[in-house]
């Protein structure tokens, strides 16, 4: 039987200077464990910020026969960092912080905790996670362990592709009406310096909500060095304990950020 522990020390880094906290051991049986992809595939329809200049490009360099009789496919592909499910480097909005060939690999792995704000959000397409959101969930399924990866769910991922219902308006390079909800400062704030998360991710758009000017969430967990995952989706299928997410960020160096495969082991 296939078994995975994560277990031991965790050092974070330039978070904080000699700070070793050390992790849950949680043990995952591959046998009666359910692996649920989390990431929406690349494609033409893949939704990016309104002011890319460009989005996903696929071209086609051979795909048939070669000269030496067997079958051969290849192309090559064209994309902005942040766009799908990708990877927010914490130096995205925040000088000196880790760039995403600088995030140490074991901050891309560990237990999930997901809160669903979906019912909140269906009211209001704006809504934001507040301290009051994490304080019911906690009094509901304890204390968030420090060093979790947090998702938040708040259920956009199901308007994926339309471009108008994900980011409230499709208008070609205008960011300045968007409406979908995500995590509000005071919430992350909280969760950087009081539960210590490693990565907090989000079914929407951006961490930040849609009609944010100052991106006041990417700025407080980049500050931190936490990264940010977004564009996420199937968080409907995770528990909000007990799940581990593996975070495949491309490793541009230097990078701001990069498409990301994520995974989510959940126990049958």
Known sequence: MSRILF????????LSPGFICSAQAQTIDLAATKIVDLSH???????????????FELKQQ???LTKGGFFYYSNTFCSPEHGGTHLDAPMHFAEGRWTNSDIPVE???GPAVVIDVSGKAANNSDYTLTPADIADWEKAHGRIPDQAIFLLRTGWSSRWPDRKAYMGDDTPGDASNLHFPSFGP?????LVNERRVRVI?????????????E????????????????????LDQLPATGAVI??????????????????AFVPR
Do not use: C
Request: aromatic share 6%; proline share 5%.
């Open 107 to 109: 901050r891309l792995v």
């Open 201 to 213: 991710g989000v079914d929407t758009a951006s961490v930040d909500n849609g009609p944010s000017r």
């Open 186 to 190: 005071e919430a992350a704030t909280f």
């Open 62 to 64: 051979h795909k048939g």
């Open 41 to 55: 595939a690349y494609d033409a329809d893949t939704i990016y910020w309104p002011t890319e200049k460009s989005g």
């Open 7 to 14: 277990a031991g020390a965790i050092a974070l880094g330039t």
């Open 246 to 263: 593996v975070a495949a960020p491309m490793k541009i160096a230097q990078g701001s950020g990069a498409p990301t495969r994520v995974i």
């Open 215 to 234: 991106f006041l969430v990417h700025r407080i967990v980049g500050a931190a060095n936490v990264a940010g995952l977004e564009n996420l989706t199937n």
